[in-house]
């Protein structure tokens, strides 16, 4: 947000100092013209006396006299030509600084006014409205993907789209409102109203975005583009300050109030309510935190048993980031991966969280397989299969008992980088396994193009099994499809023996869940291993654990 931009309200362009200089030309030339004009007065005694003196009835009047009037004269007229000649110059130099006003408060590529303008603008709308007992709406408007859409169609694309979103908005605006151009893709615009009429700008808020999401043809086929839109009023008084909002509170609150429309999905308007700035602060004090926790080793890796539903026994673990936060505790990843990946600390959060798995993996029986987590967003580096690998060589830890999960997800990214990927990490032995399946919108001709080692049914279907006929013809959709396209099926969110029981019923699969316990620091996952005979360093390594031990089935408190 930047608005300490805003020009302060009255603020004029100052007079410049030609014009000033111009008008004292005129002054200085208007006192000459009135010494002139008392020369005429002894011209006006001269004249009538040389007019007799041609008719022969009086002598010539004094040569210096006629001399004097002649000079009169040519002072007159030459007075009244530089008179004429100002006047023009400072026409035009009048002209000249109203352009260069014009421009200084416009936004040269559509026209609408600028940052520096919309302050201003707005004060004088409340002042004009507050006489008619009427309050002013300010609205925040942003192009959703923006940037998007100029990376994909070119920037001469993205000034299309532009100048015909201001056009269309511009179009609907009732008289008196001002829209302007506040950034690159950032608009905002100020309407009047009746304070008790607020439908008025919903109405006028959703025309907007209405307009705005019609296709733009451009010379390569059409582009939408949506718009978000935060909404204020001018009545509204901020909980930190007594008086009425100025523009620059106006624009701080609509701001805020757009960034909240982002978040719920974009294309959609929000009013800016008081709750909202304190995510806000929340949302900026997660992000720092983030950033600021990685180098410290505050992200951490928690286990979850993965378990071979059939023999009962423990396949391995999948690794699940937690934030280990000074400021607010255990954090979960559903909470900071978004947050991560927004901020692009995404690669370096999981790298980091990895690392210290593979060293804890390290430690296990070696056929104890570890399961990873990758976001899209790590797939779309070319070089992420290169690093994962060093990964593994630095902790020496064989590829082949690692597992990588991707979502649904990354099968919107570029399918061809995806599948490169994949093919790198597979021919070094790594598996990989589709995550969350059925939630997302993989095709299947996508799931047989890439060469998924496993196919994860997602949780949803599973804790809700033995409630929701859905459920189960969900899964049992997923377990013939698995079987059909030979590949095997986890279960995720077991979280009743109900629930397995009936998963029984659908085929084999490996299992994971509540009912096994929940995900466990490394320390913890060493000592339950280490109680069971399955550290690697722990002599003779049972494939099996022993018949004496708990089954490792059993259920955590
Ligand atoms: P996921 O990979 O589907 O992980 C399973 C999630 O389900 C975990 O939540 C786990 O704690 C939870 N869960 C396990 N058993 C049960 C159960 O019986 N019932 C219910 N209701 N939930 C169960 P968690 O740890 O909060 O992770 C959420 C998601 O965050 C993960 O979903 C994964 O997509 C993502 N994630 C976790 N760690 C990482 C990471 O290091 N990198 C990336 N990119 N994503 C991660
Ligand atoms: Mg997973
Ligand atoms: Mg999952």
Redesign the pocket.
Known sequence: MTSDEFATPGDTAPIAPSIRRAERDIVSLGIAAAGIILFVGTGGEVLPQLFRSWLGVAAKPEPALINALLLDIALIIFGWRRYRELLSEVEQRRKAEEQARALAETDPMTGCLNRRSIGPATDRLAAAAAEKGEVVAFLMIDIDNFKLINDFNGHTAGDVVLLETARRMAALLPAGASLARIGGDEFACVVAFEPNRPERIDQLAGDLIAAASQPIPLEAGAVEATVSIGITRSDIRRTNSDGPSDAKALLHMADIAMYHAKKRGRNRSYWFEASMESELRFRAELESGIRAGIPRGEFVPYYEQQIDLDSGTLAGF?M?ARWNSPQFGLVGPEVFIPIAEEIGVIAELSESVIRQALVDAHAWNPRLTL?V?ISPLQLRDPWFAQKLLKMLVTANFPPARLDI?ITENCLHENVGVVRTLIASLKNQGVGISL??FGTGYSSLSQLRTLPFDRI?IDRSFVTTLTESKDSATIVQAIASLGDGLGLPITA?GIESAEVLDRLRDFGSFKGQGYLYGRPQSGEATGRFLEARGLLAAAPPVAAEPPAAEPPLLQRSA
């Open positions: 999948e699940l399961s987590n999960e995550d969350d994860k995720e």
